[in-house]
T-cell receptor, first 116, second 112 residues
Framework: ETGVTQSPTHLIKTRGQQVTLRCSSQ?????VSWYQQALGQGPQFIFQ???????GRGNFPPRFSGLQFPNYSSELNVNALELDDSALYLC???????????????FGPGTRLTVL | GQNIDQPTEMTATEGAIVQINCTYQ??????LFWYQQHAGEAPTFLSY????GLEEKGRFSSFLSRSKGYSYLLLKELQMKDSASYLC?????????????FGAGTRLAVHP
């Protein structure tokens, strides 16, 4: 296990609703990235948070937003849900560092969101 | 544009060797990662290459050629538990932050 936790595990919503997903990063990590993984596809980068600010963003509309808290945990909020938002949402924690090592991202177990 | 290609599916026999290829065309490059993902689970880190050449880690090895935009993951002495999806990901560093660009994954089925 990576030490990254996410809640809830599964969620069912209807079109137009709003959803909040939560992530607790691994101890010692200060950066959280969020990814969307549709069935049969690789994860797609949504955005990244570092020091409580959005540090970078992928090609997702503004109805996808987030927060990072002082303890480095994070939330992903999605407004006006659409059917195509049905996916596995993964958060990954890492350490922003000048170390030459891989500084790999460690993934949580994900939240499976179904939009009906 | 960003493009990472890998085969959709592969099959292999228990005890054998399998090579999963990945080609990439990305605007930036700051390392290539391989992750393993079992169905319904999170991706788990397998290997990392940033310089050309082979990195060996137990039964798994990964190779990188930056000039060719090419990597492969080599799995030896295959076990049934190796049945999973294998994700190739390039780390890009646009504007000072690291993001991973993933391929669609290669589903490997290991048969007895």
């Amino acid at each position: 296990e990576t030490g990254v936790t996410q809640s809830p595990t599964h969620l069912i919503k209807t079109r137009g609703q709003q959803v909040t997903l939560r992530c607790s990063s691994q101890s010692g990590h200060n950066t959280v990235s969020w990814y969307q993984q549709a069935l049969g596809q690789g994860p797609q980068f949504i955005f990244q948070y570092y020091r409580e600010e959005e540090n970078g963003r992928g090609n997702f509309p503004p109805r996808f937003s987030g927060l990072q808290f002082p303890n480095y945990s994070s939330e992903l909020n999605v407004n006006a849900l659409e059917l195509d938002d049905s996916a596995l949402y993964l958060c990954a924690s890492s350490s922003m560092s000048r170390d030459r090592g891989p500084n790999e991202q460690f993934f949580g177990p994900g939240t499976r969101l179904t939009v009906l | 544009g960003q493009n990472i290609d890998q085969p959709t599916e592969m099959t292999a026999t228990e005890g054998a060797i399998v090579q999963i290829n990945c080609t990439y065309q990305t605007s930036g490059f700051n390392g290539l990662f391989w992750y393993q993902q079992h169905a319904g689970e999170a991706p788990t880190f397998l290997s990392y290459n940033v310089l050309d050449g082979l990195e060996e880690k137990g039964r798994f090895s990964s190779f990188l050629s930056r000039s060719k935009g090419y990597s492969y993951l080599l799995l030896k002495e295959l076990q049934m538990k190796d049945s999973a999806s294998y994700l190739c990901a390039v780390r890009d560093n646009p504007g000072g932050y690291n993001k991973l660009i993933f391929g669609a994954g290669t589903r490997l089925a290991v048969h007895p």
